[in-house]
């Protein structure tokens, strides 16, 4: 049988199964190191509990798992076992490999979870503010150079296009004005060259055709001078820069047309040239650079009234066109490009705040989650020092704005809170603490509805205010399932006919919700003990409130430790028993090992039984 590479020792683990447990099922092992829990690891880890793995019964598949306090021995683990436990089934767990780290995590094991062992799952990235610009702007484009940004143009807030030009110092956070450039324009499109900015097209009025002119600013010289005209005048197209060339693909012709052309500008010999047509005609679309091929994302088609949905691919080399099979399924046009580690971030447009991560090497667009921003629409940006910058923008309402902001698309990922307290922390990157003493509810929820039909919702929680309400559970409703901390200073489950489970106390404690969809129940433990069976406080599918906490009498604390939910059957798969210990691990080259009454034997060694 397969061995699991580096590891020295392993155990099989025998699971008794349950009809209707089926694949994907999370059982709960207790393991020591050298003693205790289910079973023990005869101290043969090198760094306990770091270096433990679990495999399927072929010995080399691995399962995921998670350890809930890795400072106790034994500890408590969760692994979600592949397969079907309507039967019984083995699993292996290895040990004993030096340097080993652990790769226990929860979100790959549970349907929901989260141990608030920091706040990124209800923070996220978030937007650095800097230095505002002097006046509002819209509708333009930005370039970095030698540490400053470049923003010439756009539209102002009384709604007229401008020839300024702002130009922020990144390491003083300042900004100035540089010389006016030679006409107005908005939705222009921009480049660089290490010693002038160059401005291309754009529309000298909002409700005009586009136009053709080629503009430099010389920034030692702080002046501009004109270049030659691009081949097809175009407004809000999208660009991008490639060994002193400028692609500049598709975009508005008039208000009510666009072109199919990609414009190529050579910065060097002040040259224009057309490539391959572009796929399709669109307003808005905005491109990233990666390996030498140009993708282009969202825009607006105004032949058909839709946004585009389509990823395009131009590859430089050959000259040429093509579709991707990824999809992006909620477009927007005049959007924000971040390109790092060969992957393109999208962010912005109109009430967009969504973050989206294309990577060219598989093909694959996915939602990593939120970066919030009151003004994402039309936004002049660049990138600088692995951050995107962007500056202005319009708002909800259209308006432009002077704010200046960086942060690192990369960096953002879906948040599973949202919440509206601000006194909501966690503390030692160990435990969530909702306070209120304001006589207010208090709710901290899930982003999205957590499907719970068939399923348990487990949590480790306390309370240290025994006069005050607080609840944890699934919604907010009286009707709906959750632990209520009543004034009367007992712990119920429900509100309307609830159920006494306990007597308050300040101590942590692990409650279950089991929602059975075939009786529309709920049964619940505290501390692993059935406390209620068959109440009618049941719901399919929610948003989780948790906790939701009011303050009555001065002050009311909530804690929690973990939370997450997961395939459930009652009774459930179970420990059942764990073999001899194996060892060798023919990776390093060891002869296989075996132990025989606990004294440890390898293949092919003599050895000799003496009987009387």
């Known amino acids: 049988m397969a061995w699991l590479s580096g590891y020295t020792y392993r155990k099989q683990v025998n699971i008794t199964g349950q009809s209707g447990a089926g694949t994907d099922y999370v059982v709960e092992l207790e393991i020591g190191s050298s003693s205790g829990g289910d079973f023990h690891l005869e101290g043969h880890c090198q760094n306990f509990p770091n270096d433990i793995r679990f495999t399927d019964d072929d010995g080399e598949t691995e399962l995921s798992y998670w350890i809930e306090d890795v400072n ?23 040990y004993g490999k030096s340097g080993d ?35 509002s702007r819209s509708d333009t484009r930005a370039a970095e150079v030698n540490g400053k940004i470049y923003v010439p143009c756009g539209t102002t807030s009384g709604g007229d296009n401008t020839d300024t030009l702002y130009i922020y110092d990144i390491s003083g956070d300042s900004w100035s004005s540089g010389a006016n450039a030679p006409g107005h324009r908005e939705d222009i499109q921009i480049g660089e060259d290490g010693s002038n900015v160059f401005v291309f097209g754009g529309k000298s009025s909002s409700g005009g055709s586009s136009t ?70 669109l307003k808005g679309p905005r491109a990233g650079i990666v390996d030498g091929k140009i993708y282009v994302f969202g825009g607006y088609r105004r032949s058909d009234g839709e946004y585009n949905t389509a990823i395009y691919c131009y590859d430089i080399s050959s000259n040429t066109w093509s579709t991707k099979n990824a999809t992006w399924d909620d477009p927007i046009d005049d959007l924000c490009i971040q390109v790092k580690n060969d992957k393109i971030y999208l962010w912005g447009g109109v009430n967009h705040n969504d973050v989206y991560e294309y990577d060219p090497s598989t093909d694959t667009l996915t939602n990593e989650g939120t970066l919030a921003d009151s003004y994402p629409d039309d936004c002049p940006y660049c990138e ?22 960086s942060a690192d698309l990369s960096q953002v990922i879906e948040t599973k809170w949202s919440y509206d307290t601000e006194t909501a922390e ?17 709710k901290f929820e899930t982003s999205d509805a957590i499907d719970v039909a068939d399923k348990a919702l487990e949590m480790r929680v306390k309370t240290t205010e025994s006069n005050d309400k607080t ?89 929690i430790d973990w939370v997450r939910v997961r395939k459930f059957v009652d009774p459930e798969p179970a420990f059942n028993s ?10 390093s080259g060891q002869p296989y090992v075996k132990r025989l009454g606990g004294v440890p034997f390898m293949r092919g060694q003599r050895f000799s039984i003496k009987i009387w």
């Open 72 to 94: 106790t021995d034994p500890i408590t683990v969760h692994v979600k076992v592949t397969d079907n436990l309507d039967s019984d089934q083995s699993i292996y767990c290895y």
């Open 101 to 135: 780290t652990t790769t226990s995590n929860g979100d790959d094991v549970f349907d929901f979870f989260d141990d608030f062992v920091d706040d990124s799952s209800f923070n996220g990235e978030t937007f650095t503010s800097h230095t505002s610009m002097p006046q």
């Open 212 to 281: 053709y002119n080629t503009w430099a600013y010389n920034i030692s010289n702080d002046s501009w001078s004109s270049k030659t005209d691009m081949l097809t005048g175009v407004a809000n197209a999208a660009y991008a820069q490639y060994n002193g060339k400028v692609y500049i693909i598709s975009g508005d012709v008039t208000n009510s047309s666009c072109t199919n052309k990609t414009q190529v500008y050579d910065t060097a010999n002040d040259s224009w040239e057309y490539k391959a047509d572009f796929p399709d005609s």
């Open 384 to 405: 600088y020092n692995g951050e995107l910058w962007v500056a202005g923008g319009a708002n909800s309402s259209g308006s432009p704005t002077s704010a200046l902001r």
């Open 426 to 442: 966690v503390i030692d990157n160990d435990y969530l603490h909702v306070s209120d003493s304001r006589g207010e509810w208090h």
């Open 471 to 559: 609840e944890f559970g699934i919604d907010a409703n009286p009707e709906n399932a959750y632990i209520y901390y009543y004034t009367d200073g007992d712990i119920h489950y429900g509100y309307n006919g609830p159920v006494l489970m306990s007597n308050y106390d300040y101590n942590y404690h692990t409650f279950r919700i089991y929602f059975k969809s075939s009786t529309s129940k709920t049964d619940v433990w505290m501390d692993g003990t059935k406390k209620v069976t068959d109440s009618d406080h049941y719901i399919s599918s929610h948003t989780l409130y948790f906790p939701y906490v009011k303050s009555y009498n001065g002050s009311s604390n909530a804690y």
């Open 578 to 587: 764990a073999g001899d210990e194996e060892g060798g691990g023919e990776p």
